[in-house]
């Protein structure tokens, strides 16, 4: 198993949201600016409001990069475990985000349908930026979701899906700009439309999903089962019960009652116990382990994890 420093892992993850973040930050100033005055002199409420979504691109950015700065420091008296959580209140904040850009656009494309005589037709143009806007959405996409998952940090993946989402926008004011040109004026609102109801879907599951880590949901199945393997092959531990873990931020607080041989000496338990702490801590993305010893011969102890 290859061996992994959690200061180390802050660290990296640190460095990748910066570097990556910085690169959304500069397409999204540039994609913005286009969109906005392109979509104005077009008359293109769709292209208008793929600007805006831009525009909140920048927000969010601004949001990981504070994050990311807060999430590097070290554990102080107030907060014991560290300051990994402000990159899942930076995944809050970028859902809420999204919800709020959704849910204005969705009003403002409503208002436009209801007004259909006010739609104006819209100039070629604004295809030629939506279409400029799509490909570079899609490539900052793909390459932000690889630091993601190279780092693997929930915040970057939600920065990086945040970027799909424009691309998917872009896609959709693309063909409403066409049926637009094609003599179907009212696409170009209905293209906004669905660019709001994309937006608000993803934001309600980024806020659902960090308000959950928020409340100290548990890793997966896969990494439980991966520790639990960890702590029973260390020399000394005998069985493991009432094993949890909860996340922080993107990495994980275990607590685990090791099972040991009843007749040793306490030295002896807590040699075990620190050399269980130590291997689990390097093979895996856990800050810290808790760990209480109990006798293996007693008869009285559940030994079987909880269900």
């Known amino acids: 198993m290859p061996h992994t420093d959690p200061t180390s892992e802050v660290h990296k993850h640190t460095s990748a949201?910066?570097?990556?973040?910085?690169?959304?930050?500069?397409?999204?100033?540039i994609l913005a600016s286009a969109q906005v005055v392109i979509g104005l002199f077009a008359h293109s409420q769709a292209l208008i409001a793929d600007g805006i979504h831009s525009l909140s691109?920048?927000?969010?950015?601004?949001?990981?990069?504070?994050?990311?700065?807060?999430?590097?420091?070290?554990a102080d008296e107030d907060h014991p475990y560290g300051h990994q959580r402000f990159e899942t209140?930076?995944?809050?904040?970028?859902g809420l985000i999204l919800l709020a850009v959704g849910i204005g656009m969705l009003w403002a494309a409503f208002n436009k349908l209801e007004a259909p005589e006010t739609i104006q037709k819209v100039h070629v143009v604004a295809l030629w930026v939506a279409g400029a806007a799509l490909i570079s959405k899609e490539l900052l996409f793909r390459y932000m979701l690889s630091v993601a998952k190279r780092v693997k940090s929930s915040m970057l993946v939600a920065n990086a899906w945040h970027a799909r989402s424009d691309a998917a926008s872009s896609l959709v004011v693309s063909l409403g700009i066409i049926g637009n040109l094609l003599g179907y004026p009212i696409l170009d609102p209905i293209a906004a439309l669905l660019v709001g109801f994309m937006i608000s879907?993803?934001?309600?599951?980024?806020?659902?999903?960090?308000?959950?880590d928020l409340m100290d949901r548990a890793a997966d199945d896969d990494e439980v089962q991966a520790i639990r393997q960890t702590l029973l092959t260390t020399p000394g531990v005998l069985g493991v019960h009432d094993l949890r873990t909860r996340k922080m931020g993107d990495m994980i607080v275990v607590d685990a009652h090791l099972e040991v041989e009843a007749l040793i000496t306490v030295e002896a338990g807590h040699d075990i116990a620190v050399g269980a702490r130590q291997r689990v801590m390097q093979r895996h993305r856990v800050l810290n382990l808790m760990t209480h010893l109990d006798p293996s011969q007693r008869p009285d102890l559940d030994h079987q994890p909880p269900a």
């Open 17 to 29: 949201a910066t570097r990556s973040t910085w690169v959304s930050v500069i397409v999204n100033i």
């Open 57 to 74: 691109d920048l927000v969010s950015d601004g949001v990981v990069l504070f994050a990311s700065h807060h999430s590097k420091k070290d």
């Open 89 to 94: 209140a930076a995944s809050l904040i970028i």
């Open 201 to 212: 879907k993803m934001g309600w599951q980024f806020s659902w999903d960090a308000l959950h």
